[in-house]
């Protein structure tokens, strides 16, 4: 069973890729946010069609959705956009995992972290 819902509509996707922080990696760069009051985990996933034909779209959006359901995502609940880079699709399983689990938990350090302060 998912421990996520799906971000649903563009309202949502602008808001986590606007107000979240980035997390870049080859593949892929990982946005998280921790909305207030939110009561669920939600994951969006981007993928352009630069990436590949419908079939690798789909096989990466799954691969990055069975990556996200043995992670266990839990409270604190925030939201994450994952947004695909072309040369996502070339990547075998292992290293996919290897480079989302690593995204999130940045993600999450740097939410935990407060905010500097420009100079």
Known sequence: MRTFDSL??????TLVIRRGAPVKRE???LY???PRGATTTKVGVVIPKTVGKAVHRNRLRRRCKAIL???GLRAPHRWYVISCR???A???FVELRRNLTSALARARDAEARPPRKRA
């Open 8 to 13: 649903r509509g563009r309202r949502e996707f």
């Open 27 to 29: 593949a892929f760069t």
């Open 32 to 34: 998280g946010y921790e």
């Open 69 to 71: 359901d043995a992670e």
């Open 86 to 88: 072309p040369g996502a």
């Open 90 to 92: 070339g990547l075998t």
